[in-house]
């Protein structure tokens, strides 16, 4: 027994338990980790796989029968009690039955989404082949089964027809065509031609401020007079194209009707998708899913962000997070680098050290306060007074966008990046500074030319923090520069092509506003989980390019100490 004692306690003070507590610790995490993104995988992309379209009946309460047809969604399980209070008639043995969701569209037409249905008095499901999905740009997914296709008075085909399914699939992609054409009108040309009549505007504005009057002032209106026609003969060309296609566009239609037999126009041009689920084998599904999945990733949103796609969120994440690195890594650096190498050792420097610790645990929404304050309303509303004069009242810096928002965001993770590159310029050996002084190297050279670069790795450290907090934040967002829905991304053809005084949208924002802001909660809850995961990957492909970069300057400058 003692000689059973002992070994046991030889064991434990050899560390070994910890050891196992620690490996289990993280074996624990990651099965956490690799469980919540499966979740959040499974939830979001779920979505867009191409569910089967179901047809059933149901009496209810009253006696009278609904034909249902869409999408099933989920089931749940409640008490019979419940079913009772609402007056269903159960039998007095059953404790528990079942409900369905079930996504039937057509809101047009019912104005219902969504509805739960118990399975009382339900018929057995069936799954018609000709039952068709279609997705539309206004009012949701349509349900039901197509009848004909007219060119605008004339019949051209009919359900039944040999041709039929050819008829429509071509008649769609000719009408998708002709929208992408439109799309490109209004966001290009349209867009340009109305940025420069701004700047017309701006510049005659401008002349009145500087006092320019008499015969220089009407020269001057004359000429811009003469632009001002050359750009709105160019528009009204534009104007033409663009309403000739939207004729050509127009002219398809689509009779449907649905499974209780009411009947509905659809315009082709209104039409996104039309889908046959029912008849579709497991690779057309698959072929149709990646179709979505990159509709959502590279689309903009439609019906109050509940459909369509992410791009400008994405576009927006992105572009504030390059932009905020730009602006805080070389201020963190050079902060640290003072901090470290020059400033005198003392009461202060402590004092601005823990400053600087405390400033990382400062609530971020104190941030997004002080930067509206500060940021927007003092420098912005001064920018504006000495720069775009011409602008106002109408305020171009003074307002929140995208320069304010990435400005408060590197002001948020500056803490992050000193307190970093400190750390490297720590553990840098004091063997390294003395040979390179013994050299006969300067303190600036010594500095600059050797112990940078072998901090370097720390920096870039600092950096991936920095971009993995700022990529996620939300609440100091919403009140220095991100917008529910930005009409234009802030990088277009026109000058400056960076355009840092415009909002944007940021995939945080974007999941707080469908999850929480929508006014279809079931058809927001799986863009929810698929816009979440999204700002994941975003996050971890940030982080790997950072920490790829990382890794080859510590090899680099590995070698070169050795």
């Known amino acids: 027994m003692k000689k059973l004692t002992r070994k046991n306690s030889s064991w434990f003070n050899s560390g070994s338990p910890w050891i196992w507590l620690n490996g289990g610790a993280v074996a624990l995490c990651m099965i956490m980790v690799v469980g919540l993104l499966g979740l959040i995988a499974v939830r979001g992309f779920g979505h867009f796989w191409p569910a089967d379209i179901l047809q059933t009946s149901i009496v209810d309460r009253s006696g009278q029968t609904h034909i249902i047809m869409g999408e099933a969604v989920r089931d749940e399980v409640i008490p019979a009690a419940v079913a009772r209070d609402g007056g269903y008639q159960i039998e007095s043995d059953v404790e528990l039955i079942t409900r369905h969701l079930f996504k039937m569209g057509n809101r047009d037409i019912s104005g219902r989404d969504f509805v739960w249905y118990l399975d009382i008095g339900m018929k057995p499901w069936e799954y018609p082949e000709n039952a068709v999905s279609i997705e539309r740009r206004e009012w949701g997914n349509f349900y039901g089964y197509p009848v004909a296709i007219k060119e605008g008075n004339t019949l051209v085909s009919e359900l039944g027809s040999k041709d039929f399914w050819e008829q429509l699939d071509q008649r769609l992609a000719r009408a998708l065509d002709l929208h992408a054409q439109i799309h490109r009108i209004e966001k290009v040309d349209i867009g340009r031609i109305n940025k420069r009549m701004d700047d017309l505007r701006l510049e005659r504005r401008g002349l009145e401020l500087d006092g320019v009057t008499g015969t220089a002032l009407a020269t001057a209106d004359v000429n811009f007079s003469e632009r001002r026609a050359a750009l709105e003969a160019e528009y009204a060309i534009i104007k033409k194209t663009r309403d000739d296609i939207l004729a050509q566009a127009t002219r398809d239609k689509l009779l449907v009707r649905t499974a209780d037999g009411k009947e509905a126009v659809i315009a082709f041009d209104h039409i996104v998708r039309v889908t046959r689920p029912n008849v579709m084998n497991p690779v057309q599904k698959l072929g149709q899913y990646a179709e979505r999945v990159w509709e959502f990733l590279s689309d903009e949103p439609r019906e109050a962000n509940t459909e369509g796609g992410i791009f400008p969120a994405i576009f927006g994440t992105i572009t504030m997070v390059i932009v905020m690195s730009i602006m805080v890594t070389p201020l963190g650096i050079l902060a640290a680098i003072y901090l470290r190498e020059y400033a005198k050792q003392g009461t202060l420097l402590k004092i601005i050290r823990i400053s600087v610790y405390n400033l990382a645990g400062v609530p971020s929404i104190v941030y997004g306060v002080f930067g509206l304050g500060f940021f927007v309303y003092i420098l912005g509303g001064n920018i504006d007074q000495l720069f775009y004069p011409e602008s106002l009242p109408a305020p171009t810096f003074g307002t929140p966008g995208l320069f304010w928002a990435s400005l408060t965001l590197a002001l948020l993770t500056l803490p992050i990046v000193i307190v970093s590159t400190e750390e490297g310029l720590s553990r840098i050996p004091s063997t390294i500074r003395q040979g390179s002084l013994a050299l006969g190297a300067t303190k600036a050279e010594t500095l600059w030319k050797v112990v940078v670069p072998l901090a370097t ?38 000058y400056p092509y960076l355009h840092l005084d415009q909002k944007i949208m940021h995939l945080g924002f974007h999941i707080y506003d469908v999850g929480f802001q929508s006014p279809n909660v079931e058809a927001a809850r799986p863009l929810v989980y698929a816009t979440s995961l999204t700002l994941i990957l975003l996050i971890i492909a940030l982080n790997i390019t950072a920490i790829k970069i990382r890794n080859d300057l510590r090899e680099k400058y590995r070698s070169a100490s050795d």
């Not at 993995?468 to 829905?485: D, Q």
């Open 457 to 494: 790795p720390a920096m870039m450290t600092g950096l991936i923090l920095a971009i993995a907090r700022a990529a996620g934040e939300v609440a100091p967002l919403m009140l220095v520069g991100v917008v529910k829905l930005a009409p234009a991304l802030p990088i277009d053809g026109n």
